[in-house]
């Protein structure tokens, strides 16, 4: 499976927008880049997800790099409730079997009141 | 629509003993998976089930845990004997059957079980 890099730490003053990183240079074409969350003492959480276009939902924008091999997941207008850590993960959805969900160590998100 | 939901929240047995965990996915999903993270380190991929047929049972560390899903409905994932190294975090999630591509996994709170 291809991997993920993604900064450990970051932090971000409330009300602020955030630019989270994700890099994948060994993405395949048929990889999509999903992104969870999880707060404290909680379970994971969808974010987004893409392809090859821009995403906007109403959690968060998923801006891909035309040559796919990063990407950047954009709270607009950060709040303390989007502390949590945040998972950049591929999936290759296009065989059976491959559903499950590999996470890494992803980026621990500090807000600053 | 009701959430995933997990039982018990937290449990504390010693070493030897027999937990089991339970998981209620949300009404209508037919996948269902089960993840833990152990301290320190990652959220780790146990198994799939889609019904009540194991799709990927992969990630199973080993023969001391057993997972079920009866009817396709809720699902229990049995460790026995309990090992100290099976303290961590249980998740599970579930997701609706459908466009693959699209498939969003919806997580429980977790079951968080410390072994003695």
């Known amino acids: 499976d291809a991997k993920t890099t993604q900064p450990n730490s970051m932090e971000s003053n409330e009300e602020e927008p955030v630019h989270l990183p994700c890099n994948h240079s060994?993405?395949?074409?048929?990889?999509?880049i999903h992104w969870y969350r999880q707060l404290p003492s909680q379970g994971p959480e969808y974010v987004i997800h893409?392809?090859?276009s821009n995403v906007n939902n109403r959690m968060a924008s998923l801006a891909i790099a035309e040559d796919r091999k990063s990407s950047t997941l954009i709270l607009h207008r950060a709040t303390l409730r989007d502390a949590a850590v945040y998972y950049c993960i591929l999936r290759d959805l296009s065989r059976f079997g491959n559903e499950k969900l590999t996470f890494g160590t992803g980026t621990r998100l500090t807000i600053i009141p | 629509e009701a959430g995933v939901t997990q039982f018990p929240s937290h449990s504390v047995i010693e070493k030897g003993q027999t937990v089991t965990l339970r998981c209620d996915p949300i009404?209508?999903?037919?996948?269902l998976y089960w993840y833990r993270r152990v301290m320190g380190k990652e959220i780790k991929f146990l198994l799939h089930f889609v019904k009540e047929s194991k799709q990927d049972e992969s990630g199973m560390p080993n023969n001391r845990f057993l997972a079920e899903r009866t009817g396709g409905t809720y699902s229990t994932l049995k460790v026995q004997p309990a090992e100290l190294e099976d303290s961590g975090v249980y998740f599970c999630a579930s997701s609706r059957p459908g466009d693959r591509a699209q498939e969003t996994q919806y997580f429980g709170p977790g079951t968080r079980l410390l072994v003695l």
């Open positions: 060994t993405i395949s074409g048929t990889d999509y």
């Open positions: 009404s209508g999903h037919d996948n």
């Open positions: 893409g392809l090859t």
